[in-house]
Structure formats: structure tokens, C-alpha cells
């Protein structure tokens, strides 16, 4: 079974400029994450998806960052403009449904740098 | 905000030694969870416990759970050096099945 594919693995931009990461998540998987990692900190979430729908975007700053999740499926989380506190790791992750005992499957995620 | 706080922040133990972390938490839950994370991967579930659950095992590791104390650990038999990670706790609350996460403990084994 194939598991949760990210890109690109690495990103180093200016502060103002935008950034766009992708996520397929593991076949079959209704709901799916992006978490920003902050370096020495836990996962944060910033939005849940299930299926296509949103179900929790209440962490997201919504003033610059946006994503979607086109025919349920694959997703983007985009940045525009990048400030320097945007510097982290970006991981999603997908589960098979929402609520009670679901674990969560990683991609290896995508590691910001904002200069 | 985070629920869970792991202790101690970070270990540092002999390969073959019994390594074990400490998770606390705030709020009632459904489940806890622990995930590991090698440096610059993603993460990696271990093992689930159920909040009616008080014990578990799988393989060199061994969770346990203490609902009246919000407090869990993870003890990690016989450690290897494939073993130095990060390790997280993460606990879905009662009335919200999304996962809190800790601030994680750093374990190196050394050779």
C-alpha cells in the first residue's frame, strides 16, 4: 500500500514570495490533515478535510494561507505571502475516516525555509 | 494549544537499556495515542489505547494509561539504536476526535 506522497521535500524562499505544497494521501483515505512543525514543537493542525468539505480550518491564518482538496482526493496548502514565521515542516496526513480511534498516516513532509 | 506535555524533554540512555517517556494531559479523553518521528520524516503511529484501557503492549513497547491521573507512558524495552527518535503523545478529546499533540521527547541511544 502506497503511503502519503509529498512535495517538493524542501522549499527555500524569500519572505513576501508564495509557496505551494502537495499531498496525495493513501487511496481510499476520507479525511486528510496539513500540520504545521515547528522545529522542537508538536504537529499544530491548521485544516481537517473530509472528502472534499472542511471540517476544522480554525487554526488556519486565513490572511495567507489557503487550501483545498479537489474531487476529494489530492490537496494543496498554499502561503502567499510568506512571512519568516512561516519557517517549518509541513506534513499531512490522512486517515481512513473521521472520529473515535482513527490513526493518522504521516507523509514525510515538506521543510520551509523562509529567508 | 497543546494538550499534551511529554516529560522529559529529551533522554539519552545506553544501547539495551529501557527507555521511558511520560505523557500528561488536560481534559478528558476518547484515546491516546504515540507516534514516533525520525529526524526530518514524518510521523509514525506505535500504538492506540483506549481511555478504558489501562495497559498495552506491542512487541518492545508497553503503554499505560492512568485516566485519573491524565497521564500516560511509553516504555521502550531492550532499546537499539533504530530506536533515537522523537516521541509524541496524542490525545482526541472527548467531544472532538482531532488529535492534540505534545511537544514530544527527544531519545538518543547510544552505541
Known amino acids: 500500500e502506497a503511503g502519503v506522497a509529498q512535495s517538493p521535500r524542501y522549499k527555500i524562499i524569500e519572505k513576501r514570495q508564495s509557496v505551494a505544497f502537495w499531498c496525495n494521501p493513501i487511496?481510499?483515505?476520507?479525511?486528510l490533515y496539513w500540520y504545521q512543525q515547528i522545529l522542537g514543537q508538536g504537529p499544530k493542525l491548521l485544516i481537517q478535510f473530509q472528502n472534499n468539505g472542511v471540517v476544522d480550518d480554525s487554526q488556519l491564518p486565513k490572511d495567507r494561507f489557503s487550501a483545498e482538496r479537489l474531487k476529494g482526493v489530492d490537496s494543496t496548502l498554499k502561503i502567499q505571502p510568506a512571512k519568516l514565521e512561516d519557517s517549518a515542516v509541513y506534513l499531512c496526513?490522512?486517515?481512513?475516516?473521521?472520529?473515535?480511534?482513527?490513526?493518522?498516516?504521516f507523509g514525510a513532509g515538506t521543510r520551509l525555509s523562509v529567508l | 494549544s497543546q494538550q499534551g506535555e511529554e516529560d522529559p524533554q529529551a533522554l539519552s540512555i545506553q544501547e539495551g537499556e529501557n527507555a521511558t517517556m511520560n505523557c500528561s494531559y488536560k481534559t478528558s479523553i476518547n484515546n491516546l495515542q504515540w507516534y514516533r518521528q525520525n529526524s526530518g520524516r514524518g510521523l509514525v503511529h506505535l500504538i492506540l489505547i483506549r481511555s478504558n484501557e489501562r495497559e498495552k503492549h506491542s512487541g518492545r513497547l508497553r503503554v499505560t494509561l492512568d485516566t485519573s491521573k491524565k497521564s500516560s507512558s511509553l516504555l521502550i524495552t531492550a532499546s537499539r539504536a533504530a530506536d533515537t527518535a522523537s516521541y509524541f503523545c496524542?490525545?482526541?478529546?472527548?467531544?472532538?476526535?482531532?488529535?492534540?499533540w505534545g511537544a514530544g521527547t527527544k531519545l538518543i541511544i547510544k552505541p
Open positions: 496526513a490522512s486517515s481512513p475516516g473521521t472520529g473515535r480511534g482513527y490513526i493518522q498516516y
Open positions: 487511496s481510499g483515505h476520507a479525511t
Open positions: 496524542a490525545t482526541d478529546r472527548d467531544s472532538n476526535y482531532q488529535l492534540i
